[in-house]
């Protein structure tokens, strides 16, 4: 009876134990190359990553490439990590690999939904890493399938994104490498996103937060920061602004105009998903009725508008004609019938109408 306990209770504890083996990420094959060793967790695991996975891949010439995949949260941690790793490799970013990658000498990485992925050639031939960015993209989840949308919104974006850093949902910017004494006024709350971009000599970093109110604050706090650095002499931003519920910077500007004309081309569009139903679905309705009624109303007025016109207008030219016909027959009833000669009324002529008229009897 013992006996029968200790293995029912093994049943119970060994299917969870198995139910949460970690699931593998990277295939054990790809093309030529095969795992010859593979760790669960990268030696450095990226920062905020869910998880974390290196596998070390040989082919049968000896080449060797080193694939490190850091799967996150969030689409838009993925792309930072990305961004980041290209702007310590000087390496611009463009859509060849997954979503969107970069390839150096190297290595080659991009990011495909949720996952950031290097690829590092340590022997062989470097053409390999190609075939088998490839290979492990087709098996990652797309998620979004797209770039963040702050990218998006910056001056020149397809340009602007080559080179441009983002940072999702940070607490400071120090991971910019940029010394700015106006950095001191920002607190994010961990509830914003960054976009750093290079145009020539000026760099302009835009600020999404995510609430209006968090917004303000910062803006409160940025422009008296702004004149405290201009009271002592400090380096400043050439130009600030903010644009909604962004906060728009540019340092290193030749001059302040151009880089207002920088901040003018800056894209704010605020977009708001319900993640259940809509609130404002009746009320959203309800407007659209009285728009379209409205629409109805003003088509039917106009037109019947023009068709008064048209008929007091043709009522008008056809009593006029109308007129001008009767008085025309009047004219020919009084004078046809005397074949255009004075006519002699002798019926109407009496004593008592016009007595020097009549003829009078001769002597």
């Given at each position: 009876?013992?006996?029968?306990k200790?293995?029912?209770?093994?049943?119970?504890?060994?299917?969870?134990?198995?139910a949460?083996?970690?699931?593998?990420?990277?295939?054990?094959?790809?093309?030529?190359?095969?795992?010859?060793?593979?760790?669960?967790?990268?030696?450095?695991?990226?920062?905020?990553?869910?998880?974390?996975?290196?596998?070390?891949y040989?082919?049968?010439?000896?080449?060797?490439?080193?694939?490190?995949?850091?799967?996150?949260?969030?689409?838009?941690?993925?792309?930072?990590?990305?961004?980041?790793?290209?702007?310590?490799?000087?390496?611009?970013?463009?859509p060849?690999?997954?979503?969107?990658g970069?390839?150096?000498?190297?290595?080659?990485?991009?990011?495909?939904?949720?996952?950031?992925?290097?690829l590092?050639?340590?022997?062989?031939?470097?053409?390999?890493?190609?075939?088998?960015?490839q290979?492990?993209?087709?098996?990652?989840?797309?998620?979004?399938?797209?770039?963040?949308?702050?990218?998006?919104?910056?001056?020149?974006?397809?340009?602007?994104?080559?080179?441009?850093?983002?940072?999702?949902?940070?607490?400071?910017?120090?991971?910019?490498?940029?010394?700015?004494?106006v950095?001191?006024?920002?607190?994010?709350?961990?509830?914003?996103?960054?976009a750093?971009?290079?145009?020539?000599?000026?760099?302009?970093?835009?600020?999404?937060?995510?609430?209006?109110?968090?917004?303000?604050?910062?803006?409160?706090?940025?422009?008296?920061?702004?004149?405290?650095?201009?009271?002592?002499?400090?380096?400043?931003?050439?130009?600030?602004?903010?644009?909604g519920?962004?906060?728009?910077?540019?340092?290193?500007?030749?001059?302040?105009?151009?880089?207002?004309?920088?901040?003018?081309?800056?894209?704010?569009?605020?977009?708001?998903?319900?993640?259940?139903?809509?609130?404002?679905?009746?009320?959203?309705?309800?407007e659209?009725?009285?728009?379209?009624?409205?629409?109805?109303?003003?088509?039917?007025?106009?037109?019947?508008?023009?068709?008064l016109?048209?008929?007091?207008?043709?009522?008008?030219?056809?009593?006029?004609?109308?007129?001008?016909?009767?008085?025309?027959?009047?004219?020919?009833?009084?004078?046809?019938?005397?074949?255009?000669?004075l006519?002699?009324?002798?019926?109407?002529?009496?004593?008592?109408?016009?007595?020097?008229?009549?003829?009078?009897?001769?002597?």
């Amino acid at each position: 009876m013992r006996l029968i306990k200790v293995i029912v209770l093994l049943l119970f504890v060994g299917v969870p134990a198995a139910a949460q083996k970690p699931v593998r990420l990277l295939p054990n094959q790809l093309d030529k190359f095969v795992v010859l060793k593979s760790l669960e967790k990268a030696p450095v695991q990226a920062a905020d990553a869910v998880s974390s996975e290196v596998a070390e891949y040989v082919d049968h010439r000896g080449g060797r490439v080193l694939v490190e995949l850091s799967r996150f949260a969030q689409d838009a941690k993925a792309y930072e990590n990305l961004s980041l790793a290209a702007a310590a490799a000087k390496a611009q970013i463009t859509p060849a690999y997954g979503t969107a990658g970069f390839q150096s000498e190297t290595e080659i990485a991009f990011f495909k939904g949720p996952h950031f992925i290097r690829l590092r050639n340590v022997k062989g031939d470097v053409a390999n890493l190609a075939t088998m960015a490839q290979g492990i993209s087709e098996g990652l989840d797309k998620g979004e399938a797209d770039i963040p949308a702050l990218i998006k919104h910056l001056p020149n974006p397809e340009e602007a994104q080559k080179t441009a850093v983002f940072l999702h949902s940070f607490r400071d910017l120090n991971t910019l490498g940029m010394q700015q004494g106006v950095f001191s006024a920002i607190d994010t709350q961990g509830n914003a996103d960054a976009a750093l971009a290079t145009y020539g000599p000026s760099k302009m970093l835009v600020l999404e937060f995510n609430t209006p109110q968090l917004a303000k604050d910062n803006d409160e706090r940025i422009i008296a920061r702004i004149h405290e650095l201009w009271k002592l002499g400090e380096p400043a931003p050439t130009a600030y602004r903010r644009v909604g519920n962004y906060s728009v910077m540019v340092f290193d500007a030749p001059d302040q105009q151009s880089a207002n004309q920088l901040i003018d081309q800056v894209k704010y569009e605020q977009v708001v998903r319900w993640l259940g139903e809509n609130p404002n679905i009746l009320k959203r309705a309800q407007e659209e009725y009285v728009n379209t009624t409205l629409g109805v109303l003003v088509s039917v007025l106009k037109a019947s508008g023009y068709a008064l016109l048209a008929c007091l207008g043709l009522g008008g030219l056809a009593g006029a004609l109308l007129f001008t016909r009767r008085r025309a027959q009047q004219s020919e009833a009084a004078y046809s019938d005397a074949g255009g000669m004075l006519r002699l009324n002798l019926d109407e002529l009496t004593p008592q109408t016009n007595p020097a008229r009549l003829l009078r009897d001769r002597n």
